[in-house]
């Protein structure tokens, strides 16, 4: 399943800075404004210390960690929806993300100016909001015309259509997002087709400073309060001197860093987990001396359906899994001494996936 992450923010704010914390690939930042003029693409691995600890039991040749894309696009401002500065054509680059990390100035600096003049990380964000709110609100135009041609000639569930989008028509216009609007579950199916930007699940990620980076700033105050009624994570990074630790090749160095400033782990680690719990996601890890590896799953899938992520044919040819719990395999030390213990289970095809486990597909294709 490949997971998709869009990074959105005001010009300026360190969305960039933060890709290259995530990312395995490095792209430019800049001093100034808009000085990037395209969107970078990049692979996350998914940090999870299950995967080392029964990769130290197995000694493969090779450890795969899940893995997340993202998508930085350039700086967002005033007018972006309409065109205006050159966020507008980066907008279509996080159109088929899952879920958007939307990068808050909360740092100040002298020397980098902010484009609207000053730090406040609730106007900011209100304003990459309605630029997103526009693009919503022509999608939601678009499809109206096109429904209200089709409704004319009788069509009812047509017309019903056009009711619906009429509703996020006027949420976008009285500065609402997609995922507030008032709609019913079952009518959500009007906008699908649409990837509406502010119907995507939303992270916040407050970039601080290096002094914040524990306990957060009077700017992070502010945005936890505005968007407390959001039911979202609000997480706090210094996105700066983590680009600066990631930097760093040895380990040891980098957990030195982090512990110097009061951080057991990676500001970045508690993100991919946050982006995974806001989307139900979960992992599951198979085993074998050539590869130990992470898979993603959504919460709930069934064995057959998590054997189709690694590959359909598992999926089609499904004919029972093998489970071993983490948490029996790290303590009882093998494969071996689980199936003694009575620690392997043999699951059919309704068994629903939990995370952590470790799986072993029976197939037949
Ligand atoms: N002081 C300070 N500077 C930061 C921090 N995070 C980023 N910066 C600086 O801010 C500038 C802009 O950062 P970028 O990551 O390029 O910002 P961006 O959001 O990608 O900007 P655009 O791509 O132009 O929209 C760079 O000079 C960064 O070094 C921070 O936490 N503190
Ligand atoms: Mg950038």
Redesign the pocket.
């Known amino acids: 399943m490949g997971l998709q992450c869009g990074i959105i923010?005001?010009?300026?704010?360190?969305?960039?800075?933060?890709?290259n914390c995530l990312s395995n690939t490095k792209a430019e930042?800049?001093?100034?404004?808009?000085?990037?003029g395209k969107s970078n693409l990049g692979i996350i691995n998914v940090p999870d210390k299950r995967l080392y600890n029964i990769a130290e039991i197995v000694n493969p040749l090779k450890i795969v960690p899940a893995t997340v894309e993202i998508v930085?696009i350039?700086?967002?401002t005033k007018g972006s929806g309409k065109g205006e500065g050159i966020g507008n054509r980066f907008l279509s680059d996080i159109r088929n993300t899952d879920a958007l990390i939307h990068?808050i100035r909360c740092?100040d600096?002298e020397k980098?100016p902010h484009i609207d003049g000053s730090v406040d990380p609730v106007r900011d964000k209100e304003t990459v909001d309605f630029e997103l709110q526009v693009k919503d609100l022509e999608s939601v135009e678009k499809k109206i015309q096109k429904l209200e041609k089709v409704a004319k000639i009788g069509d009812k569930d047509a017309k019903h259509g056009v009711e619906v989008l009429n509703i996020y028509k006027q949420h976008f216009e009285s500065f609402g997002s997609a995922r507030s609007a008032p709609v019913e579950e079952r009518d959500k199916k009007y906008i699908e087709d649409l990837f509406l930007l502010t119907n995507k699940p939303v992270l916040y990620v407050c970039?601080?400073?290096e002094s914040s980076a524990v306990s957060g700033n009077a700017y992070v105050d502010a945005l936890k309060e505005a968007v407390k009624n959001e039911n979202t994570q609000v997480l706090v990074i210094?996105?700066?001197?983590e680009a600066e630790i990631a930097e760093l090749d040895e380990e040891a160095d980098r957990i030195a860093f982090l512990q110097d400033i009061g951080l057991t782990e990676p500001g970045v680690n508690k993100l991919v987990n946050s982006a995974y719990a806001t989307l139900n996601l979960e992992s599951f890890f198979t085993e074998g001396p050539k590869e130990v590896r992470a898979w993603t799953i959504k919460k709930g899938m069934t064995a057959p359906q998590a054997a189709g992520v690694i590959h359909s044919d598992l999926e089609r040819g499904f004919i029972r899994a093998e489970v071993i719990k983490y948490q029996d395999f790290i303590t009882l030390g093998s494969e071996h001494a689980c199936r003694d213990a009575g620690k392997l289970h043999v699951e059919g095809k309704n068994y629903i996936v939990e995370d952590g486990d470790i799986l072993h597909i029976r197939f037949n294709v």
């Not at 210094?238 to 001197?241: E, F, S, V």
């Open positions: 923010g005001l010009a300026n704010s360190g969305k960039t800075t933060l890709f930042t800049g001093k100034f404004a808009f000085s990037s930085d350039p700086g967002l990068v740092f600096d980098l970039n601080v400073d210094a996105a700066a001197m």
